[in-house]
Nanobody
Framework: QVQLVESGGGLVQPGGSLRLSCAAS????????MGWFRQAPGKQRELVAA???????DYADSVKGRFTISRDNAKNTVYLQMNNLKPEDTAVYYC??????????????WGQGTQVTVSS
């Protein structure tokens, strides 16, 4: 009874910016952590950025200084601001959330994925 809906992907030129959003809805008591993963064709899914309940953040080395993860607790939404995009950032980006439901279940959910393409 929890779903994550992603938005904000698209086609941008190298050096451009995009802002991804992921909104969680349903029987949510609290969101303990949220993160963004990405997967390019022929490659394994990798962690891009994560933010915990205490607002601590973690980033892949390849995106440090360019990407910023943030969250709006009132809206149960996490964002990924992506600046100075490079062609190597091209991938499907997936939102992930560790959630405690109103029934006190601890569960992990995935968004549907959103395509980010960086090309001139």
């Amino acid at each position: 009874q929890v779903q994550l809906v992603e938005s904000g992907g698209g086609l941008v030129q190298p050096g451009g910016s995009l802002r991804l959003s992921c909104a969680a809805s349903g029987s949510i008591l609290s969101i303990n952590a949220m993160g963004w993963f990405r997967q390019a064709p022929g490659k394994q899914r990798e962690l891009v950025a994560a933010i915990a309940g205490g607002a601590s953040t973690d980033y892949a080395d390849s995106v440090k200084g360019r990407f910023t993860i943030s969250r709006d607790n009132a809206k149960n939404t996490v964002y990924l601001q992506m600046n100075n995009l490079k062609p190597e950032d091209t991938a499907v980006y997936y939102c992930n959330a560790a959630i405690t439901t109103k029934r006190l279940a601890h569960e992990t959910y995935w968004g549907q994925g959103t395509q980010v393409t960086v090309s001139s």
